[in-house]
Structure formats: C-alpha cells, structure tokens
C-alpha cells in the first residue's frame, strides 16, 4: 500500500485563493465565518486561528482580492509598457473592467461600498486599504514625464470610480458622455 501523501499545512497564503475564489463567486453576504470555512475546507475556529478576528480575515481576504484584481489590470498593462496619456491609461482600465472575467471583481466591490457605507464591521478599512492599493497601483502606472503623478492618480481613480458607478447604476452613456467631455475618452 503505498504512503498517502501529506496535506500541506494550512495558512494564511493557503487560504487566502480558496476565500477570495468563494467571494467572487458568491458575495460576501453577512460574511459569516462557516460558509468561508466550508469553502476553504476548515473550520470557522480555524480561520479565526490563522487571521485572528472576522474582521482581520475581511481585510486580509479583501487586500488579496485587491492583488488579484491589480494582476489583470497588469496583464493588459504589459510589463514595463506605460500609456502614453492618462487618457490611454483610463481607456485601458475601464476596458478591463467592463470584460467579462472581471464582472465579479466588480460585483464584490459594490458590495463593499454598501457595506462600508452601512458601517458593517471590517468593511470600511477593508474598503481604505484596497483603494490605498490600487491608488500605489495607479501612481505606478500614470504616463512617464506626467507631471503630477500622485494627483494624477487620485483624479483618475475618482473618475474611474464615478464611471464604474454610473455603469453599475445603469449610466453607462452618462459616464462615457462626462468621459469624453472631460477629455479622458477618445470618440
């Protein structure tokens, strides 16, 4: 009979895919602590173990969504390559981010904001450390020689998120009619 191989032990890393896949699949909902650990194969006394509270584990699991939604952003964004304009660099984003594979990204992210917004425990940090992320991320990415980087992240990221809004909201002429008139879309 032959050895049965051994389970890696469990951890925070382990984790983390096995959350974030269950969340883009099905929400966050009450972010009850059972169904994430029935998606991770655990127990919810050994999620707390590994991440400490429910709260933690939000932000943990949410700062790692985060990462994975800035690795597809990455991947059309080759490495290196930088866009000539914001302009490009905002054609790019809300391109990825209307395609079909990042729809659950989207989906978790609104359901964020609501519960931020609603004062739900773990939401409202976990919401600060994403947008503090992509704001790095963005920074990262403006067009060489911008010459404000920094501010020209953060009016980017408040665009983007206005258009993203507007969209969800079922403004998507709305958001690409101020688009255009803001002169961040080419006609």
Excluded: C
């Excluded at 501010?151 to 958001?175: K, P």
């Amino acid at each position: 009979m032959k050895p049965r191989a051994k389970k890696p032990p469990m951890s925070r890393e382990s984790l983390l895919p096995l959350l974030a896949g269950h969340v883009l699949a099905h929400g966050l909902g009450q972010a009850s602590l059972r169904p994430l650990a029935q998606a991770a194969g655990t127990s919810d006394r050994m999620l707390l173990y590994h991440f400490g509270t429910k709260e933690l584990l939000i932000i943990d699991l949410l700062s790692h969504v985060a990462g994975v939604y800035a690795a597809g952003l990455d991947a059309v964004l080759a490495e290196g390559e930088r866009p000539a304009t914001r302009t490009a660099l905002v054609a790019r984003i809300i391109a990825q981010n209307a395609a079909t594979a990042m729809q659950p990204f989207m989906l978790l992210w609104w359901e964020i904001v609501a519960g931020a917004a609603r004062g739900l425990p773990g939401f409202l940090p976990a919401a600060e450390a994403m947008m503090g992320e992509l704001l790095v991320w963005l920074e990262g990415h403006m067009p060489a020689g911008d010459p404000d980087p920094a501010g020209g992240a953060r009016y980017l990221l408040t665009v983007i998120e206005g258009a993203m809004m507007l969209t969800a909201v079922g403004h998507r002429q709305t958001a690409r009619e101020g688009l255009l008139a803001g002169g961040l879309l080419e006609a």
